[in-house]
């Protein structure tokens, strides 16, 4: 694989990594539980800190690093705030917040199954695995309101 592809796909993860930052920032704001609202803000400072690594492997191989997330993540944010404004608020966030895992998930394993280099696939493998943690927080989260929402 030559630079530039590495480049495009740690690009890829960087937008994924800004859309989850944003996503998870308005899912805090939305939150009516202060649980909820903690962990969405620690999972947004997380997604910021795992932009700025990506950003710096993309300046250590000569490349310009993406800044911002996707048009698909903006409009996913937007449809969170109509579902949470129709519905339980707490139980929509999460079930949003799960479906942006969902994709980040998707776009990290495309990521491992690309030839990219050892130290950068290390980095990518890492942040896989703290999006599949996240991910299933998020799940047990929306199944524990949802039960405590139908009780």
């Known amino acids: 694989m030559n630079t530039n592809d590495t480049i495009s796909i740690l690009n890829d993860l960087i937008e994924t990594t800004e859309d989850g930052k944003k996503g998870f920032?308005?899912?805090?704001?939305?939150?009516?539980?202060?649980?909820?609202?903690?962990?969405f803000q620690q999972?947004?400072?997380?997604?910021?800190?795992?932009?700025?690594?990506?950003?710096?492997?993309?300046?250590?191989?000569?490349?310009?690093?993406a800044t911002t997330g996707t048009i698909a993540g903006a409009a996913h944010r937007g449809w969170v705030k109509v579902k949470s404004a129709v519905s339980?608020?707490?139980?929509?966030?999460?079930?949003?917040?799960?479906?942006?895992?969902?994709?980040?998930k998707a776009v990290f394993a495309k990521a491992l199954k690309s030839e990219i280099p050892p130290p950068i696939r290390t980095v990518v493998q890492r942040q896989y695995e703290?999006?599949?943690r996240n991910h299933d927080r998020m799940r047990d989260?929306?199944?524990?309101?949802?039960?405590?929402?139908?009780?």
């Open 43 to 65: 999972r947004a400072v997380e997604c910021s800190n795992a932009a700025t690594e990506l950003q710096s492997l993309v300046q250590s191989i000569g490349g310009k690093p």
């Open 130 to 132: 703290g999006v599949i």
């Open 88 to 104: 339980d608020s707490n139980v929509a966030v999460l079930e949003e917040v799960e479906r942006g895992e969902d994709r980040a």
């Open 25 to 39: 920032t308005e899912a805090a704001h939305d939150a009516t539980k202060p649980e909820l609202k903690a962990a």
């Open 141 to 151: 989260l929306r199944n524990s309101y949802r039960a405590s929402a139908s009780a």
